[in-house]
T-cell receptor, first 110, second 115 residues
């Protein structure tokens, strides 16, 4: 089993929809859970991160971690065409390198 | 801040040729990472440096790949000889490596095509 699993999609939604992006992981020792966004032909950029379990909200974006299920989610409310990108989850323990999911490609149509 | 700088942005070469990719990390960041991204395998960590010292090179595919970081502001990834299966986007990222969460800043990538 890979350390991080992420459905590659693609995921297509209309503008204004609520989007749910998800990853599962295998090692319960992971402490930091992150979401990167990658626009076409660009490098990934950090969108937000959470430490341990719980929710974190930043504008239209909410990151959620369920450590008991080893499941992390990113919700996008009122999705916009500018949200069209690939979203990569990433996890790590303190002092270790990031482990990335393969990314989910999202397309938001106007 | 100029961000992470990579060069060249695009490289087309023939099988067997040597390829050198270059990276300038963000000033003050003490960790540097080289990644390779393909559709099939996603984003793979090749090697990372902390304070110019290689810490983990277990992701380097084989001896044809080598990486150096001679100083805090420059790193190279070399492929010699190159093969068509090396075609991918290569990213460099840097991090301030503070304790706790690892926040990496990626460069724009080098698109490599080996014919």
């Amino acid at each position: 089993q890979k350390e991080v699993e992420q459905d590659p999609g693609p995921l297509s939604v209309p503008e204004g929809a609520i989007v749910s992006l998800n990853c599962t992981y295998s090692n319960s020792a992971f402490q930091y859970f992150m979401w990167y966004r990658q626009y076409s032909r660009k490098g990934p950029e950090l969108l937000m991160y959470t430490y341990s379990s719980g929710n974190k909200e930043d504008g239209r974006f909410t990151a959620q971690v369920d450590k008991s299920s080893k499941y992390i989610s990113l919700f996008i409310r009122d999705s916009q065409p500018s949200d069209s990108a690939t979203y990569l989850c990433a996890i790590h323990q303190a002092g270790t390198a990031l482990i990335f999911g393969k990314g989910t490609t999202l397309s938001v149509s106007s | 801040d100029a961000g992470v700088i990579q060069s060249p942005r695009h490289e087309v070469t023939e099988m067997g040729q040597e390829v050198t990719l270059r990276c300038k990390p963000i000033s003050g960041h003490n960790s540097l990472f080289w990644y390779r991204q393909t559709m099939m395998r996603g984003l793979e960590l090749l090697i990372y440096f902390n304070n110019n010292v290689p810490i983990d090179d277990s992701g380097m595919p084989e001896d044809r790949f080598s990486a150096k970081m001679p100083n805090a502001s420059f790193s190279t990834l070399k492929i010699q000889p190159s093969e068509p299966r090396d075609s991918a986007v290569y990213f460099c990222a840097s991090s301030p490596r503070a304790t706790g969460v690892e926040t990496q800043y990626f460069g724009p990538g080098t698109r490599l095509l080996v014919l």
